[in-house]
Structures are given as C-alpha cells and as structure tokens.
C-alpha cells in the first residue's frame, strides 16, 4: 500500500513562471490537506480538499494559489507567477476521515520548490 | 488563538544520552502528535496520543492535557535520531504546528 505520493521532489522555477505541485494520497484516503513549510518556520495550513471539491481554503493566498482535487487523478497545488517569497517545501497528507481527525497523519515526501 | 511552542529550538547531544524536548499548547485539545523530519525528507508520524504515556522502541510520548504539555524522551540516543520532532494538534478542518525542535547526536 503505497503511502502519500508527491511530485516532482524538486522544483526550480524563474519569477513569473507557473508550478504545479502534485499529491496523490494513501489509497482509501479522500481527504487531503496540504501544508507549507517555509525556512526556519513551522507547517502552515492551506487547505483541504475532498474528492471535487475544496472544503476550506482559509490559509491559501487569495492571488495565484489555486488548488483541485478533481475525480480521476492527483490533487494539484498551482502557483502561477512565483516570486521569490513562493520558495518552500510544500506537503501535502491524506486521511481516511473528515476532521477533526485524531489518527495517524499521512503525509508525502514534500515539493521544494524554488524560485530564481 | 492556536499556538504551539517547542522547546528547546536546537539540541545537540552525544551519542548515549537521554533526550527530552518539550511542547506546550494554547487551546484544549483532544490528540497530539508527535512527527519527525530528516533533513530535506519527508515527515513521519511517531506517535498519537489524547492522555498518559505511550512507548515506541527508544522513544517515550508523555502528555498533560491539563497543564497543556506534552514531552518527547529519547532513551540511549543514536546518530540516527538525528532530525527534526515537530509537535501538533488537530482542530478544525486543520492541524497545527510547532515550529520543530532540531536534534543532532555526536558519535
């Protein structure tokens, strides 16, 4: 049972340029969150989606973060126009159940993106 | 308001020596987590637990959920724990994080 998958790994992106990020979660798993960890600070929030739908964004930028989870295939994190301050690893995780959540968290091997 | 404070930020400890890092929450809670990250690696969940004392191998989970502290122990430690223990509680639609403790053991 393969765990939570993300790619690419690495990411290198010029300013202005677009990155997609993508997560497919642990099988049986339809909720999925995902999390930016930025230099020397703890994981932040994005958010969470389940199968088609977005359940709460509250912690993604307003401008050129987007995200979907659409019925085939992975859930992708799109940043369009990155600048500098985009630079981070980006996780995401997948659960079986709705939150709040008390089992074991699931997550990915993380997306580093950085920006030149 | 949600926080979590994780101390100490680094540690630096010889091989064989006992380990405690700490954690500390704002807000009541029904489960924390305890994760650890290797340098440029993924995250891991170690353990998950709403009350007492939980034991895994060399590493120890205790949690006061009226104090709102838990601690991590690392009994006989080894290079190999050498990574990040990150500390975290579910509420909401979201998790909660600390910031990490930065753990490095000499041979």
């Known amino acids: 049972n393969a765990g939570v998958m993300q790619n690419p790994r690495h990411l290198v992106r010029r300013r202005g340029q677009e990155a997609r990020l993508r997560c497919s979660p642990m099988?049986?798993?339809?909720?999925v969150y995902w999390y930016r960890q930025l230099p020397e600070e703890g994981l932040k929030f994005m958010v969470y989606?389940?199968?088609?739908?977005?359940?709460?964004e509250s912690g993604m930028p307003k401008e050129r973060f987007s995200a979907e989870f659409p019925k085939e295939g992975p859930s992708i994190l799109r940043i369009q126009q990155v600048v500098r301050g985009d630079s981070a690893a980006y996780f995401c995780?997948?659960?079986?159940?709705?939150?709040?959540?008390?089992?074991?968290?699931?997550f990915g091997e993380g997306s580093r993106l950085t920006v030149l | 308001k949600n926080e979590v404070e994780q101390s100490p930020q680094n540690l630096t400890a010889q091989e064989g020596e006992f380990i405690t890092i700490n954690c500390s929450y704002s807000?009541?809670?029904?489960?924390l987590h305890w994760l650890q990250q290797h340098p440029g690696g993924g995250i891991v969940s170690l353990f998950m637990?709403?009350?007492g004392k939980k034991k895994h191998g060399r590493l120890i989970a205790t949690i006061n959920i009226q104090e709102k502290h838990s601690s991590l122990h690392i009994t006989a430690s080894h290079p190999r724990d050498s990574a990040v223990y990150i500390c975290?509680?579910?509420?909401?639609?979201?998790?909660?994080f600390g910031t990490g403790t930065s753990l490095t053991v000499i041979p």
């Open positions: 099988k049986g798993h339809s909720h």
């Open positions: 975290a509680y579910p509420a909401g639609n979201q998790f909660y």
């Open positions: 807000v009541g809670i029904s489960a």
């Open positions: 995780a997948s659960s079986p159940g709705a939150p709040p959540y008390t089992g074991e968290l699931f």
């Open positions: 989606l389940q199968k088609e739908n977005i359940i709460d």
């Open positions: 637990l709403s009350s």
